[in-house]
Structures are given as structure tokens and as C-alpha cells.
T-cell receptor, first 113, second 114 residues
């Protein structure tokens, strides 16, 4: 069974600081996704990482993928209040031909002024 | 482009009652997913349709949950009878092809079973 773990589960950080969220998964997979969820809202796709060494950046967020280590990171640079949300990583389950997502438990990020 | 529409947004029912949720995916999207998101957890796939056929329902509690996708467009998810542990947000998502890459999620239906 594919397991996806995120840490930390909760993160409170000051504006202007940098931090990294980690996503580990238990089985080889080709693709990894990062989503953002605001309270009471749906999931918003942030990044899709398709290969080992892939790096994508959007604004203050940068995601990377190391398929050999089965690890993805989401790095936040100079955090601002608008980034407060819950962030999920999700992995394609290879047992289903890359058609099924298994989500991590999420990291609730709170940016403090 | 209109997004994935779900209704109702909120529902409160007593245990042992039945409830149904509705989803209208993005026009032209062949694949439709229903996820269950329990508070504090990530979404868990319940069922996946490709057009009107089921691709995966391995995590659907079939003794109480059922889902259908008529004519390969709208879908309904039903729970009968509901249990307290069914309290969760039920998210519908759709994607153009079989891959979840590029899937769009609806706002969800928050179910509270009391």
C-alpha cells in the first residue's frame, strides 16, 4: 500500500522567513503533485512534478522532486500572510497505471505578521 | 470556463438516514472522481469513473455507499444508511483524460452526521 507522509503537520512561521515542507512516499512513482487548500475551499493545483530532479517555481513557492529518495520538498521564500493555507502533496499510485492519487495528510501553514 | 459544481454545500443528517450528493464536472471531462476528506486528513479516493464506467471503487464502502454517473456527465454519490464516521467533506473532481494531472476540484459538500 502506498503511503505518503508530510512533515511538519503544522507550521507557524513569521513573515519574511524561509521554510520547507517535506513529502515522503513509500513506493516508486513517476509523478508528484502539490495542492493548496484554503479553509472551506477546494483544492487548487500548484505544481506537477514529472521526473527526477524536476524543479518548479511560482512566486515564493518552489517545489522539487527526488524520485530516488522518494522525496519532494515545497520551499517557501520570504513568507507572506497570503500563503497561509493547508498544503497537500499527492503521488500517482503506480499500481493503477498512474491514474490514482494518494494524498498526504497535509501541512497547515500559518504565517504570522 | 465553468468549474466543477457540487451541491449541496452543507448537509446535516442523523445517523441511519440517507443522503445524496451531486456533481457536475467540467464540460468534456471524461474522468470523474469522488474523494472523502475527513477533518485533518488528506482526500481519499472513493470512486473513479471514466465516462460512465467505473475505473476504481476499491475504497468505496459498498455496503452503504453507491455512486453512478449517468450518460457520462453528472454524478451522484449516495450514503445509506449514514454513520457518524461518514462526517467529512466529499470532493468531486474531473479531468480531461485518465490521468489525474490537470484535475479540477469542486468546492465539496460538508456532511455532518449527528
Amino acid at each position: 500500500e502506498l503511503k505518503v507522509e508530510q512533515n511538519p503537520l503544522f507550521l507557524s512561521m513569521q513573515e519574511g522567513k524561509n521554510y520547507t515542507i517535506y513529502c515522503n512516499y513509500s513506493t516508486t512513482s513517476d509523478r508528484l503533485y502539490w495542492y493548496r487548500q484554503d479553509p472551506g475551499k477546494s483544492l487548487e493545483s500548484l505544481f506537477v512534478l514529472l521526473s527526477n530532479g524536476a524543479v518548479k517555481q511560482e512566486g515564493r513557492l518552489m517545489a522539487s522532486l527526488d524520485t530516488k529518495a522518494r522525496l519532494s520538498t515545497l520551499h517557501i521564500t520570504a513568507a507572506v500572510h497570503d500563503l497561509s493555507a493547508t498544503y497537500f502533496c499527492a503521488v500517482d499510485n503506480p499500481n493503477f497505471g498512474n491514474e490514482k492519487l494518494t494524498f498526504g495528510t497535509g501541512t497547515r501553514l500559518t504565517i504570522i505578521p | 470556463e465553468a468549474g466543477v459544481a457540487q451541491s449541496p454545500r452543507y448537509k446535516i443528517i442523523e445517523k441511519r438516514q440517507s443522503v445524496a450528493f451531486w456533481c457536475n464536472p467540467i464540460s468534456g471531462h471524461a474522468t470523474l472522481y469522488w474523494y472523502q476528506q475527513i477533518l485533518g486528513q488528506g482526500p481519499k479516493l472513493l470512486i473513479q469513473f471514466q465516462n460512465n464506467g467505473v475505473v476504481d471503487d476499491s475504497q468505496l464502502p459498498k455496503d452503504r455507499f453507491s455512486a453512478e454517473r449517468l450518460k457520462g456527465v453528472d454524478s451522484t454519490l449516495k450514503i445509506q444508511p449514514a454513520k457518524l464516521e461518514d462526517s467529512a467533506v466529499y470532493l468531486c473532481a474531473s479531468s480531461l483524460g485518465r490521468s489525474p494531472s490537470g484535475a479540477f476540484f469542486g468546492q465539496g459538500t460538508r456532511l455532518t452526521v449527528v
